[in-house]
């Protein structure tokens, strides 16, 4: 078990391509049909090079890898690897919130070096669970062009 | 400039669906009710963070117009909210200021469901398009 009043140093990275598919889809499964998203004429005339993702996009996917095969799966579906080591295999997860800068566009067809550290670990009382910890994550997604384009620093918070 | 937005939402099951596939998302939360009721205690299948955070995103967008660029959200989850719930998504201009030369508005973001409760709450920095330049 890792001491929680110290930071977890390990840092995780992954290849995000902006696939204008998968895009796509997100914004539909979001009921969010912005012709910025579909329609490069619109997304030019908006001040962008050709369509964009939505920006929540890049927010939400999460540890963009094929994952583990279902047996290695934890018993809610969760991908143990997903998270910081100090997340134990067991533990409850509640999404804290979100904090994102977004510093580039995100055009379709970009592709983006995503890098994933974990950059505060505390723990606090809680009435009704009697302990909570919070990991705090910052992930960094730079562009084809070596331009930091989003920053997110996630709060998730942890019942174990 | 714009006024506040309020957008209606009702997270269906089939959205949820979709969102879970296209993240490749396997929580069992948002999809199995089963287990979500039976095995977690949850009142249904829980709407995922980020469907929440898209949607204020959206009001947000809706707000700057399509000019106009988001520069940063941050947003918080204070409750669990649950599949084929309407919502009520809003974003209000609290202040605008000057920004390197541009304007950027301060928009207080949030998600109420019908009993009037506020289970998500955010706040957006937009920068405002150029204004033309006067005679």
């Known amino acids: 078990m890792s001491d929680p009043s110290r930071p977890d140093p390990e840092v995780r990275s992954y290849t995000l391509p902006v696939d204008p598919v998968a895009a796509r889809r997100f914004a539909y499964a979001a009921t969010d049909e912005n012709p910025l998203y579909f329609d490069d004429e619109a997304a030019r005339a908006a001040g962008y090079e050709r369509a964009i993702a939505p920006p929540m996009f890049v927010c939400s996917m999460f540890d963009h890898t094929a994952g583990p ?92 | 400039m714009t006024g506040d937005v309020r957008l209606t939402k009702v997270p269906s099951t089939i959205a949820l669906f979709r969102m879970s596939a296209v993240m490749w998302n396997a929580h069992r939360v948002h999809y199995d009710e089963a287990y979500a009721i039976g095995v977690e205690g949850h009142g249904g299948l829980l709407v995922p963070a980020n469907l929440l955070s898209s949607y204020l995103c959206e009001a947000a967008m809706a707000w700057a117009g399509p000019a106009g660029r988001v520069l940063r959200m941050t947003f918080r989850t204070r409750a669990p909210v649950l599949a084929d719930t309407v919502l009520t998504v809003r974003a209000q201009e609290t202040s605008v200021g000057p920004d390197g030369g541009r304007r950027v508005a301060e928009l207080d973001l949030g998600i109420d469901d019908a009993a009037g409760d506020t289970p998500v709450t955010g706040t957006a920095w937009v920068r405002l398009p150029a204004e033309p330049d006067g005679p």
């Open chain 1, 69 to 160: 095969p279902e047996r290695d799966l934890r018993p809610d579906g969760v991908a143990p690897g997903v998270f910081p080591s100090v997340v134990r295999p067991d533990a409850a997860l509640l999404g804290g919130g979100q904090e994102v800068e977004f510093l580039a566009p995100v055009h379709l067809g970009d592709t983006l070096e995503v890098t994933r550290s974990v950059v505060d670990h505390y723990r606090r009382p809680s009435r009704q669970f009697g302990a909570l910890e919070f990991v705090v994550m910052e992930s960094r997604a730079v562009n084809q062009d070596g331009v930091l384009a989003v920053r997110i620093v996630d709060t998730l918070v942890v019942r174990q």
